[in-house]
């Protein structure tokens, strides 16, 4: 069975930032492909970052490049979400998915990710 929870929301002022953490169990972050997505009230979910199975190659959406680093830690079996810089319109629910059959390419459709997370809340505001 597998399960992934995240971890590390919260409440930041502007220009604040979090670390949000996928821990998975039932598959190995080392050989799976995960993504983080987003979802703003009244807003479709959308896709942030991804990191690749293979190789580990980081991919991210033009409104988060720079600001947000993905990155995956086999010891822990957890994948993180460094978020810096946040903005207001970073705010939403924010979850980590897994594709066990593909790449990157394509993650922001949200097609192939079979298994997600409960979510974790992000809230920017002064």
């Known amino acids: 069975q597998v399960t992934l929870v995240e971890s590390g929301g919260g409440s930041v002022q502007p220009g604040g930032s979090l670390r949000l953490s996928c821990v998975a169990s039932?598959?190995?972050?080392?050989?799976?492909?995960i993504g983080w997505f987003r979802q703003a009230p009244g807003k479709e979910r959308e896709g942030v970052s991804c990191i690749s199975a293979t190789d580990g190659t980081p991919h991210y959406e033009d409104f988060v490049r720079g600001r947000f680093t993905i990155s995956r830690d086999k010891a822990f079996n957890t994948v993180y979400l460094e978020m810096n810089s946040l903005k207001p319109e970073d705010r939403g629910v924010y979850y980590c998915?897994?594709?066990?059959?593909?790449?990157?390419?394509?993650?922001?459709?949200?097609?192939?990710?079979?298994?997600w997370g409960q979510g974790a809340q992000v809230t920017v505001s002064s």
């Open positions: 039932g598959l190995s972050v080392d050989f799976t492909t």
């Open positions: 998915a897994a594709d066990p059959r593909s790449g990157c390419v394509g993650y922001m459709t949200l097609m192939g990710f079979d298994f």
